[in-house]
């Protein structure tokens, strides 16, 4: 497992339910390599599907501490809503994804491994003419991943700031769906192949948005910065956790639009970091902008999203109080 790619090694079943049009079944234990489905499914034509993405931590003593669960059932319940998908019961949901840790605790992996839990939501009815309507029927499955850490801690990245392009419609970005990396998959991939870029930061017209699968945050010794929730792009828990980690550890916490050009200014003396469930904060070391490769921070340790992703880690783990009742114990 520690030398598989991230997300390819899965418990052997997971819990499964379905939606019949009117009710949801009862959920059950199933193998978690195939699923019954129509190859005229819904989702498979008219992408009615999204997911969550959630970590289980083996903490110090022994427990298996979930993160910000009900936070992240909350969230799959708008993003369901959203693609007018049969909306998950959060009583239901939270009990498929704690039965599932449970049967298989013993091979949550011990930090900086977790479990990394996918619930995923799909539209399942086999019809093609219903391109404009939305499904009947749908499955709700819970896929867990045992995971090792997502990045070296040190590595930084090389990102495309690009100010051309929007990452998905600006109507759904708040939405945790397929189709919505899809969209953003070719110019992630051309800026790879032009400029190297392990990522890009999207900021149409210059109002910098998020990454591909991360949130954007500016740090520096005294303040944290970043643009304020809107539709155009996901509200990250852990965005929201850093947020909230950051007041409580002095920082002042702006969230007001960003331009383009205030980043460029600010990395010259200030950090930048991309957030998001995988890898908590992953600093950016490189910015490549109109064709030329800027050093962020003078290339300086980032010293600021080490202590506020050390803080979030060390709850996750139960090494500090968890004051903000993020952690659920199964
Ligand atoms: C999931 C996701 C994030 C990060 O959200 P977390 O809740 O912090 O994991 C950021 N951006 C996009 C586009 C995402 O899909």
């Known amino acids: 497992m520690a030398n598989a790619e991230f997300g390819t090694v899965f418990f052997s079943e997971m819990t499964l339910a379905s939606f019949d049009g009117e009710k949801w079944s009862d959920a059950s234990f199933v193998p978690s390599d195939r699923l019954p489905m129509h190859p005229a499914a819904h989702v498979l034509h008219y992408a009615s599907t999204c997911f969550e993405g959630m970590k289980a931590f083996r903490a110090n003593d022994g427990a298996i501490n979930v993160f910000r669960i009900d936070d992240h059932i909350r969230r799959m319940q708008n993003s369901a809503r959203s693609l007018y998908l049969p909306v998950p019961d959060a009583a239901q949901l939270k009990s498929m994804i704690i039965d599932v840790l449970k049967k298989f605790q013993d091979q949550v992996p011990v930090f900086p491994g977790s479990a990394y839990i996918r619930p995923t939501l799909i539209g399942t009815d086999p019809a093609i003419g219903r391109a404009a309507a939305p499904t009947r029927t749908a499955l709700l499955y819970i896929l867990v991943s045992p995971v090792g850490d997502y990045f070296a801690a040190d590595a930084k990245m090389r990102v495309l700031l690009d100010t051309d392009n929007q990452r998905c419609a600006p109507h759904f970005g708040n939405v945790k769906s397929g189709g919505n990396y899809a969209s953003a998959l070719g110019l992630i991939q ?139 114990k199964i």
């Open 190 to 328: 051309k800026a790879k192949e032009k400029y190297n870029t392990a990522q890009v930061i999207f900021a149409p017209n210059g109002d910098v948005q998020e990454t591909g699968a991360a949130n954007c945050l500016l740090i520096n010794d005294t303040e944290i910065l970043t643009k304020p929730l809107n539709s155009e792009f996901l509200p990250g828990v852990t965005r929201d956790s850093l947020l909230k980690a950051g007041a409580k550890l002095g920082y002042k916490v702006t969230e007001r639009n960003i331009s383009a050009d205030e980043l460029m200014e600010w990395i010259k003396t200030g950090e930048v970091a991309l957030s998001g469930t995988a890898a908590v904060l992953a600093p950016v070391g490189e910015i490549v902008y109109k064709d030329e490769t800027y050093a962020v921070n003078g290339g300086k340790e980032p010293v600021n999203a080490k202590r506020l992703r050390k803080y979030l880690n060390d709850v996750q783990q139960g090494l500090e109080t968890d004051s903000f009742n993020w952690v659920t």
